[in-house]
């Protein structure tokens, strides 16, 4: 019997008819699909048909926790927001951190279902077992960062979560985010798009309900256990931090703090970034020159609510492009594509969110834009399913390079456990147990993302997995084993290869 971890509620808005409606979640749907992207993958394959355009109003957005999120578990922050990808057109979810989730679960749903779109721009105002749907024309525009500001300001309170779309998302651009609380993604799947054509500007959470927990005894002990098995190291980035003033931040309850808090030099304008990432395909991906560009890119980028991975590999085509001549200065409008020319990067980045000239057809993804300018640029352009490229050489980790061909969304940082496994093998290698072990990762890292827990504690910080199950055991008081939970891990990503299968 469930005695916690789940609130057994869910919301459904159709922006269509603005309307509103709660409904009831049974217990064993709670525990066949777990929660968050498990949860979504089955709403979305119940509910959206195979033909149905990611751009349309038929397409839907789950919004979904999981039964551990909001509570004393490392890294129990994550949001999964579960559609079909503008991106790849096949399913698509990403995980966000921040409170949102935190403060659904606190409002009194477990999930949000959107639906139909609007004739205008609105915003959801979710609190304490009620929703409404506010005008947001006067949003219309703004950056994400700008539009959080003025949701709180009108709400009259700085600690609503805020979730939102930006000028990329607004203009369909097939890589926009979902930005929250200043400073994390649903990146990469184009979610923020599906927002943009639903009309929908933001989501605002704020709550006040206790989140239940079958055994507070158990679950405390659970977590002083694996705070005390957590053995982090690392360096101190001593460079950057001198350069661009560095600070640090975290996650709800998270030891990690892996987010960098940052001043754009002299504005005064603070922001979470620069990730590994981030600097990977802002910076070594021969795209802008220095630590304190790396940083305005990536603020740039979260204002305009572009994935900053997305955004970095899309301009570095175009500027592998312009050197090989298929793209010329005038159908750059102008713009000097050359590595060093930091204004004219990222005056493109705004080009791109906005869709004026070029940035139109590069808002398509690289695999759309390269499908267009001819053979040569289909050979350069790197993505693997329409996403991204991920900061990995997948030519010296032949695991990640699996992991990326099978996992159900791409090539996706949710794939990309495999990487600790290659670090470990050696460059190159392969092994005897590879396909398992690859497999293994896979549904162990799509079942934390159901839980609603982050995975880097386990992928970065060794943390036990048998951790999730007492927690899970604390939380919803059903005593379960590990395998049976990995076992739903697996159902759930063959569920997700079965809705990509149909379309």
Known sequence: MIRGGYIGRMVRVNLTKLKVKVEEVKPDFMVSYVGGSGWGARLIWDEVKPNVHPLSGKNKVVVATGPLTGTLVLGACKTSLSSISPAT???????????????????????????????????LWVTDRRVEIKDASHLWGLGCLSAEDAIRKELGDAEVSVATIGPAGENL?????????????????????????????????????DIPVANMELMRSTFDRAMKYVNYEGGDGGTVRGRVRMGDASC??????????????????????????????????????????????????????????????????AMECYERGLLSREELNGLDLRFGEAEDVLRLLGDVARRRGIGNLLAE?????????????????MHVSGLKALGYDVKAALATALAYATYGIGEHSDGAGAITYDLKAGRGRYTEDQAERVSYLQHVGLLLDCLGVCQLPWVRLGLNLEAYREAYEAVVGVNVTFDFLLRRGKAIYDLTRAINSLR
């Open 89 to 123: 057109k096949l399913y698509g979810n990403s995980s966000i951190g921040g409170m949102l989730g935190v403060e659904l679960k606190q409002s009194g749903f477990d999930a949000l279902i959107v639906e139909g779109a609007s004739r205008k721009p609105v915003y």
């Open 173 to 209: 651009v097939k890589f926009a985010c979902v930005m929250c609380d200043r400073g994390h993604q649903a990146g990469g799947m184009g979610i923020g798009a599906v927002f943009g054509s639903k009309k929908l500007k933001a989501i605002a959470v704020k709550g006040h309900f």
């Open 252 to 317: 709800y309850l998270c030891p990690m703090a892996c987010r960098r808090v940052n001043v754009i030099g002299k504005t005064g304008i603070k922001i979470l970034s620069p990730e590994y990432e981030e600097t990977a395909f802002l910076s070594m991906n021969y795209v802008l020159p220095s630590m304190k560009d790396v940083v305005y890119g990536g603020w740039l980028c979260d204002e305009l609510g572009m994935d900053v991975v997305s955004a970095g590999t899309v301009i570095a085509f």
């Open 365 to 381: 993804g690289v695999e759309a834009a390269a499908e267009r300018m001819g053979e040569e640029a289909i050979r350069i352009a």
